[in-house]
């Protein structure tokens, strides 16, 4: 089975506040992806990779970035996040394509 | 504007019930369409994915029809059960994007 792991379940910030979000697959997958998912308005894509080293923005990059050193390993960074933030971040990853993705359980972010 | 709509936006029913979820997209040209199921805190994980193709496709107690010609998508679930209160998100490719529903919010009751 594949396996998406993110970092926390469950993460507090305040304003400003520098935010790390990690996401690792244990199956050699290629394609990784970045969402956020608020109420009513369905998942979003910020940002993918298709290799590491490689990104590409997404629909709502605005105030995150992201960075994959290594294969298996995903990270979106809010450099000062905002209240506008707080969330339900979800990390995919895919082997091919963008069709077969597997989600990870998510993290819910505030931002106070 | 969303191009994918779901309805309803929440759902109850009694254990044991069938339902059936709808999904209206305006995407295109469409490659294939997908059915989620999401538990509270947890990631979506698929049901079904069905090509323009295909009409209808079951996993178990699910089963999902699509309508090519008027774009429409349903997911129908028979006999359900407590383990079934979830959140139902269609999500419709074109070529190699995603685009996602805003899902049904799914309540089972004993």
């Known amino acids: 089975d594949v396996k998406v792991t993110q970092s926390s379940r469950y993460l507090v910030k305040r304003t400003g506040e520098k935010v790390f979000l990690e996401c690792v697959q244990d199956?050699?997958?290629?394609?990784m992806f970045w969402y956020r998912q608020d109420p009513g308005l369905g998942l979003r894509l910020i940002y993918f990779?298709?290799?590491?080293?490689?990104?590409e923005k997404g629909d709502i990059p605005e105030g995150y970035s992201v960075s994959r050193e290594k294969k298996e390993r995903f990270s979106l960074i809010l450099e000062s996040a905002s209240t506008n933030q707080t969330s339900m971040y979800l990390c995919?990853?895919?082997?091919?394509?963008?069709?077969?993705?597997?989600f990870g359980p998510g993290t819910r972010l505030t931002v106070t | 504007k969303n191009q994918v709509e779901q309805s309803p936006q929440s759902l109850i029913i009694l254990e044991g019930k069938n339902c059936t979820l709808q999904?209206?997209?305006?995407?295109?040209?469409?490659?294939?369409l997908r059915w989620y199921k999401q538990d509270t805190g947890r990631g979506p994980v698929s049901l079904t994915i069905?090509?323009?193709?295909?009409n209808t496709k079951s996993n178990g107690r699910y089963t999902a029809t699509l309508d090519a010609d008027t774009k429409q998508s349903s997911l129908h679930i028979t006999a359900s059960q407590l383990s079934d209160s979830a959140s139902y998100i269609c999500?419709?490719?074109?070529?190699?994007?995603?685009?996602f529903g805003g899902g049904t919010r799914l309540m089972v009751k004993p």
């Open positions: 995919a990853s895919s082997l091919t394509g963008y069709l077969e993705q597997y």
């Open positions: 199956m050699d997958h290629e394609n």
């Open positions: 990779s298709y290799d590491v080293k490689m990104k």
């Open positions: 999904c209206n997209y305006t995407v295109s040209p469409f490659s294939n």
């Open positions: 069905m090509t323009f193709s295909e």
């Open positions: 999500v419709v490719s074109v070529g190699n994007m995603l685009t």
